[in-house]
């Protein structure tokens, strides 16, 4: 296994990761600001559809992200467009996430290894390695070894139930947001492509339904 680079170099790489996910956010959230309140005085009115349109795939996109913070990401969008759009929220949600699933599927594991290498998690590059060389099934078998042994089997039998309660526990950012969570159910090859979608597409809907059907009003008010 490669050594760690010098502990500058790696606090510089992490951070230009990290630049660059917060310049991209900031700039898109200033250019739709703007062109809304454009949009809003001017006479293109008949522009605001493409406008909530483009919003919904950035916000599909930007979901993606690991770490980047989805559901209040989502809520804003809702704020912005209004309950009529949630729908449409709902499945950019669902495309977001199952894009970082997959993206999680074919990521190289050499480009993981220099992310851990650069924060020093030498140990998760071990177990990585050796997660590696494993078939489907020795995967299994190899993170049940790793797991609590009162909790541990039953974490992989319910695992598509442990994702969906990932996704949507509350500042799930903390631990890499619901982009972060898809993208490790890809890299682990544990989860399979049509349950996995639609396991993202169950577990992201109450909220946006809940809001299409009562607005923002609580029902039971």
Sequence with gaps: MPAPPPVKLGIVRTLARLAVVVVIIIVLHNFFIRAEAWISASQYSWAM???????????????AIP?????????????????DV??????????????????????????????????????????LKRFEDLPPKGRVVFLQSQLPTRFGPHLLRFRYLALAILINIPGNSVIGGGGGIALLAGVSGLFRVPATVLTIALATAPVPLAIWLFGWEIPWN
């Design 86 to 127: 949630a729908p449409m929220v709902w499945i950019a949600t669902t495309l977001g996430l199952s894009l970082a699933y997959m993206a999680g599927c074919k990521v190289p594991y050499r480009w993981l290894h220099r992310v851990f290498l650069d924060l020093r998690l030498t140990g998760a590059c071990r177990l």
């Design 49 to 63: 559809p493409g406008l909530t349109l483009a919003v919904l795939f950035l916000y599909a996109l930007m979901i």
């Design 67 to 83: 770490f980047v913070p989805g559901v209040e990401i989502g809520l804003s969008v809702l704020a912005l467009s209004g309950p």
